[in-house]
């Protein structure tokens, strides 16, 4: 057996990805399984971002870009950006990655290392701590309360730092909770990391897609005063958006200095996001009514999904605790009311549901507490009303206790 580094033989694979790859295997089979474990929007790319992308290869856009990504699209992101925040931007602190889960990495090998902490929120997106230790820093979690809808505020962070704390990652709308923190939140944990000179990464891929003001965005860190915030790295990018996953469009938005570095990291590792999907992306940021119009168009979509998945688990589910969704697409649960002795915890139970309905489901082990499960609602109407009622037949009596 050829020899791997003992950093990849502690690595895993992602855990959303793995129940996808199990849900396409059973469908694979001729099984009936209802897949709601992946992050992805259920909508096509908009058609118009699409022939952006199929112009820009008829018309010979196939060839290496910088590795910063091409300047008028850093340009569109950054006049994006100004305008949705109102504050001046500055284009050069844009870096366009393979997808936004390449700009938190270009954040973890670029800011920590050796003997560094690194805070990380519970409940966490998977790879958050996956990065973390590929950057050999220790993650360390910062463990939210259910009151709260595992919303934290500077003194859990107070509570866990100490000199050798160097970030913050920081998700809002939240995988998976679908939490987001007001701006009140928002800005006293900024003043903290501010104070604290620990750099704030801010993950914000899902601000779009948000149940508050219709039309409206979540509050993000660049909503806030220039005065509260110290260091940071924005991370963002057209996946959720615009339903653009397969077309890896992410990106950072930083100090220009530090976005120098970034680009120096990319350069040894992907050399550019592909040209094609940055041509589409740059359509997308540049026509911003047609791009605001997709995004209403899915929002209204998602926000009548939120209410319906809430409704079905408490007619359904009658007792089991979940957080209201106030962004992304997620429904958050608790099920450790149908524990026994043969399911004693979210992942077996996950298990149990997948080969007794039919149903995937990513257990709360992926993000830190297998006494939970998310659900992704990226799904029609139809299909998730089937969902639940086959977790109501799956779970049992159909209520927790």
Not at 292 to 321: C, W, Y
Not at 334 to 354: K, M, P, Y
């Amino acid at each position: 057996m050829t020899r791997t580094s003992d950093r990849l033989n502690r690595l895993s694979e992602s855990a959303t990805l793995a129940m996808a790859r199990m849900s396409r295997e059973l469908k694979a089979e001729g099984k009936d399984v209802i897949a709601l474990s992946l992050g992805e929007p259920d909508f096509d790319t908009p058609e118009f971002i699409r022939n952006a992308g199929i112009e820009g290869i008829q018309g010979g856009g196939t060839r290496y870009t910088p590795p910063a990504g091409m300047p008028d699209l850093r340009k569109a992101i950054a006049a994006s950006l100004a305008e949705s925040t109102g504050r001046h931007t500055d284009w050069e602190g844009v870096v366009v990655t393979a997808g936004a889960k390449q700009a938190l990495f270009n954040a973890a090998f670029t800011l920590f290392g050796p003997g560094d902490e690194v805070l990380i929120v519970e409940p966490y997106w998977t790879p958050y701590p996956a990065q973390v230790e590929l950057a050999r820093a220790e993650p360390v979690v910062v463990r939210g309360q259910e009151a709260t809808d595992f919303k934290i505020n500077p003194s859990d962070l107070e509570a866990v730092t100490n000199d050798r704390t160097r970030g913050l990652i920081l998700n809002t709308p939240s995988n998976p909770t679908g939490a987001v923190y007001s701006m009140s939140e928002l800005q006293a944990i900024a003043e903290w990391a501010r104070d604290r000179d620990v750099c704030l990464v801010s993950d914000e891929i899902y601000r779009s897609i948000y149940y508050g003001d219709e039309g409206k965005t979540a509050p993000g860190i660049l909503d806030l005063p220039e005065s509260s915030l110290g260091p940071y790295v924005l991370i963002d990018g057209a996946s959720k958006c615009w339903a653009m996953t397969g077309w890896r469009i992410g990106f950072s938005y930083a100090d220009p200095d530090l976005s120098k570095k970034f680009t120096a990291l990319q350069s040894q590792i992907t050399s550019n996001p592909a040209t094609p999907s940055q041509l589409a992306a740059l359509e997308a940021f540049s026509d911003i009514e047609a791009s605001k119009s997709a995004v209403d168009h899915m929002n209204t979509a998602f926000r009548r999904r939120r209410n319906l998945v809430t409704t079905q688990i408490e007619n359904l589910l009658p007792g089991v605790p979940y957080v209201q969704p106030e962004g992304a697409f997620y429904l958050y649960f608790r099920v450790d009311g149908f524990f026994n002795h043969e399911v004693q915890n979210a992942t077996q139970w996950c298990s149990h549901i997948l080969e007794d309905q039919g149903v995937a489901l990513v257990p709360g082990a992926a993000f830190g507490n297998d006494n939970w499960v998310r659900m992704s609602f990226a799904s029609s109407d139809e299909v998730l009303e089937d969902a639940f009622a086959r977790l109501a037949a799956g779970a049992g009596a159909g209520s927790a206790t």
